[in-house]
């Protein structure tokens, strides 16, 4: 069944309201009757499963079969933290990580990023980043939507990793795949997860020792160097194999 996400303002009675965009694209993009079933999520801790009830030109009203609880999300919390890449890699990164369980991402500019943006571009291209978030919500049958949160400066980010109970940094001097395997392993029972990447060009030394420093554990993903826009995914994906049940 297809998913929308709704808030719970628009729950009434044992009736969910589905209004905005969703209307337009469950009428004439899904083609779908009255009779035809929808999970409407609140995009927390709940997902309806609902029949499709009534019609207005912009309004559809659904009714409440039954509840159910988010089983599509991973038991952790992970955040992505993203050096800042070049070009439209980053509409892609938040895509794939959104698919694979993360739960937020924030972008973070770094020593060695190429791009540079101020604050009016950088609210516009993180607003289009969120419209991308919630499409690949709904595709992957998310039970959130996953935040972009507005660009940081990694300086900003290096104290609010400390409270992160087990914070990744794949790094490529870090120690072979063993200790890694170990490393991964220990991520099991963990409530909340941060996984930080650099940028193209990689973290500058002292930006390693300050994550050191701040409680990052480094860890090598093979032999082979990874670009910025596959080393969050192959993390994502190590992790969701490795914690979900």
Known sequence: MYRFFIKEEQIHDGLIEI????????????????????????????EYECSLLEWTDDTILAKIEDVHGMETELPVKITLYQGLPKGDKMEMIVQKAVELGV?????????RCVVKLD??????????????????????????IP???EVRNFKDILEEVQDTEFMLVPYEEAKGMQASKELISQAKGKK?????????????????EQLKAAGGQTMSLGKRILRTETAGMTVLSILMFTIEE
């Open 19 to 46: 209004c905005g965009s969703d209307v337009n694209h469950i009428k004439n993009v899904l083609r779908m009757k009255t009779g035809d079933k929808v999970y409407l999520s609140n995009g927390s801790d709940l």
């Open 103 to 111: 739960a937020e991402i924030v972008p973070v500019a770094m020593k």
């Open 119 to 144: 604050a009016k571009k950088a609210a516009k291209k993180v607003s289009r980043w969120n419209t991308i978030a919630l499409s690949a919500a709904k595709q992957a049958k998310r039970g959130i």
């Open 147 to 149: 935040e972009v949160r």
């Open 192 to 208: 909340s997860i941060g996984i930080i990447i650099g940028p193209e060009g990689g973290f500058e030394k002292e930006e390693i």
